[in-house]
């Protein structure tokens, strides 16, 4: 038996543990990560090939808009996209396992075991003394000595061992509060799916099914595929293959754990079974030269074990968006229940239930109420079945374990434990996340630059008036707009009547309950406008706003099939254009408004009175998304474009610039745009002067360490990825601490 001693051991290779040990090692910890599979990343990884979704849920959907996790997620997906592309479902590189090594490789800190098994846990006292381990590829047998351990396991293996208090199964509706839970308590959980990947050849392929695929013409689902809540959608990748699906799901009524093997064997003959209806049924088109790459050799889980924390999130606290005060990380998926039987069962696939945008979580639900030294992230955290839900997905999963690892760093440093950290320092740590690009909605970063005075080439208005093509408002459209004075009087939209006579354009114009959201709740002002025979331009619609001040209006141009508004495929950031299906909503339930984020935007001009919202000033906010207001600086146009920080002199530590990865998508499919590629930084103090040209960027947060103490800095993009302005979040400028 080896013996191996860290501060932190992280147990569990998925994405949780990947930035619960990367945060931990950066912020000075000596960190083992265990992970009983050949490669990291988990339900991410080459192995399973599911795609990391989170708030953005879909991207179109979700009513925060700007909503993809940040920090060390954000990190790891921009390095994945740079280096592999964007690789769908199951068809992913060699390069983008490479990728998830390096991400661990990187950190000194960090010791990485893989095809390692923990398989014993020793505690003394409520606390968690060892893990025992066997390194199946090896034959090693180590064990494991830390302070802290974090099980990131999904199921929850280590914990269960250790005696943690865990849930499983839903919860009886009364427990919580719970309206989406069931009358009486139940073991059904979400269950498992086994993924797949097909490739286009350009010559003939054959399918020969094993002998054990189902012929699925032949089981009562049959009837229900290729519906709504089951259909066969195809990849739109240039190899133009079938990719999925997570429907094909089995197990959610027994135990998933237990009957793993027999859940599997189930989800092969499924998933071969439905690849050889769709190739040798005739029922498809063009699939000729479409062969089968890949099936998942390892279960896709969405659910098991839940620990119980000190505090157990539900339902209430997220439609509520509860305000946490030891909130440490986003979350934001819908509450995504799935059909109890999964493919055999007679309902739909699954329930989208509503979450109203992204809502904080809390440290409490991320350490174990009964075990002094755990600490866990992922599927596995403390909360309700319906809460699990939501904050299950990978992103929200990853954004959990970086809060654990800097939590776990910082109980270390002050020789604290994490129910002390939560009660004594829980703003230390929130202001250490926020530093490293963690999202917690509602918070900022204080800039604390004396005699600070920002200055900028002129900076771009409100405005999107390029006009690119036109759209039939056979739906109504809506448009938002960031009111940073107090209030508005009007706009100018592109309208054109293509009918022979004149029209009327109806509008309303709205007002949403919170920052993060592009919702409307709240019904301000309704008119509309007589629009001769012929016009094509723009039209004038008065707005009266008033007392709006830090937030955003939405304009909702209702339908007429004889008006077409001007549209732009030059998305401007903070101002997105929605398609609206119901026209006339219940506000006072803004889940009956229905709505879709539209990639193409309204256009306007001649916002009065001029809203002066892309600022340089905005770079120091502390905002690093849209929240309210855009807080970002634009630049009007791209030639001579310049920004200057001018303070008392200061040794700083370190200088962040923040840059606009587009956070309205989830899956990253292209290269942002907004994306500052090449720039120069000019760090300047005391008569001496640092000049640093940066090229080829394509990452959200780059960092610098200045030699000198600084009294200016000077920023000067030179080119991004086809934007035609430049775009910065942030300079967040650290003092060295003495």
Not at 61 to 72: D, H, K, N, Q
Not at 98 to 123: I, W
Not at 355 to 380: H, K
Request: glycine share 8%.
């Amino acid at each position: 038996m080896e013996i191996k001693t860290y501060d932190f051991v992280v147990i569990g290779c998925g994405l949780s543990g990947m930035a619960a040990a990367v945060s931990s090692a950066r912020n000075g910890m000596k960190v083992a990560l265990i992970g009983n599979r050949p490669v990291p990343g988990g339900n991410a990884s080459v192995e399973i090939g599911i795609d990391v979704n989170g708030a953005c849920y879909n991207s179109l959907y979700s009513p925060s808009v700007y909503a993809r996790e940040t920090g060390l997620i954000e990190e790891l997906k921009q390095e994945i996209f740079h280096r592999a592309g964007y690789e769908p479902s199951l068809n992913k590189s060699a390069q983008y396992n490479a990728t998830m090594l390096d991400f661990l490789y990187d950190e000194e800190n960090l010791d990485l075991y893989l095809n390692t098994q923990a398989t014993d846990v020793s505690v003394k006292e409520n606390r968690i003394e060892y893990v025992d381990c066997i390194q199946l590829t090896s034959e090693r047998k180590i064990r494991f000595f830390a302070s802290t351990f974090a099980d990131c396991t999904g199921d929850g293996f280590v914990g269960a061992k250790a005696g943690a208090k865990f849930m499983s199964g839903s919860e009886g509706r009364a427990e919580y509060g719970e309206n989406l839970a069931p009358e009486q308590p139940s073991q059904i959980t979400n269950g498992c799916s086994l993924l797949f990947s097909t490739v286009r050849t350009g010559k003939e392929e054959k399918f020969i099914p094993p002998h054990f695929a189902y012929d699925i013409t032949k089981l009562d689902f049959f009837k229900d595929l290729g519906t709504k809540n089951r259909s066969f959608y195809q990849s739109k990748a240039e190899d133009g293959g079938f990719q999925g699906f997570w429907w094909v799901e089995y197990g959610g009524h027994i135990d998933c754990i237990k009957d793993s093997e027999k859940i599997t064997k189930e989800l092969q003959k499924l998933v071969y079974g439905i690849w050889d209806y769709i190739k040798n049924s005739g029922k498809f088109e063009d699939v000729w030269d479409a062969k089968l790459l890949s099936v998942g050799s390892v279960l896709g889980k969405r659910e098991s074990r839940r620990f119980v924390g000190e505090y157990v999130l539900n339902q209430k606290d997220i439609l509520d968006k509860k305000d946490f005060e030891d909130a440490c990380y986003v979350a934001g998926w819908p509450m995504d229940i799935h059909a109890d039987y999964g493919i055999y069962d007679d309902g739909p696939a699954t329930h989208w239930n509503y979450v109203p945008g992204m809502y904080n979580a809390p440290l409490s639900t991320l350490y174990s109420v009964n075990i002094e030294n755990l600490v866990f992230a992922g599927r596995n955290t403390s909360c309700t079945r319906v809460a699990n839900s939501s904050v299950r997905v990978m992103s929200t999963c990853a954004v959990g374990g970086q809060a654990i690892g800097t939590a776990v760093a910082l109980c270390k440093k002050y020789g604290c434990s994490l129910k002390e950290l939560r009660a004594e320092r829980v703003g230390e740590l929130q202001r250490l996340l926020l530093r490293n690009d963690q999202t917690i909605m509602g918070y900022k970063e204080e800039c604390r630059l004396k005699n600070l005075k920002i200055t900028s080439s002129k900076p771009k208005t409100l405005e999107n008036p390029n006009k690119t093509h036109t759209k039939l408002l056979e739906k109504a459209v809506m448009l938002s707009l960031p009111v940073k004075t107090e209030g508005l009087d009007s706009v100018e939209i592109g309208i054109k009547n293509t009918s022979n006579a004149g029209q009327v354009l109806e509008y309303a114009v709205l007002l949403g309950k919170y920052k993060e959201c592009y919702m409307p709740e709240k019904l301000l002002f309704e008119g509309n406008i007589s629009i001769e025979k012929g016009f094509d331009g723009y039209l004038t619609l008065p707005l009266n706003v008033k007392k709006i001040q830090g937030d955003k209006i939405f304009i909702i141009l209702r339908e007429n099939e004889n008006l077409e508004t001007y549209m732009t495929e030059e998305s401007l950031t903070g101002a997105p254009s929605f398609l609206v299906w119901n026209t006339q909503p219940n506000l006072h339930d803004s889940r009956i408004f229905g709505q879709k984020r539209l990639r193409e935007d309204v256009c306007f001009r001649n916002v009065t009175p001029c809203q002066d919202v892309f600022d340089a000033e905005n770079v120091t906010g502390g905002y690093n998304r849209p929240y309210g207001l855009p807080n970002l600086f634009i630049s009007k146009g791209k030639k001579d474009v310049f920004l200057t920080l001018e303070f008392d002199e200061t040794d700083l530590e370190e200088v962040q610039f923040v840059f606009n990865t587009d956070l309205a998508e989830d899956i990253i499919m292209q290269q942002a745009k907004t994306t500052v590629k090449d720039y120069i930084v000019v760090f300047e103090g005391k008569g001496q002067k640092q000049e640093i040209r940066v090229t080829d960027n394509y990452k959200r947060i780059n960092s610098f360490k200045p030699a000198f103490p600084v009294q200016k800095i000077t920023f000067l993009p030179l080119e991004n990825y086809g934007a035609e302005n430049f775009e910065l979040f942030g300079i967040k400028a650290y003092e060295r601490q003495k």
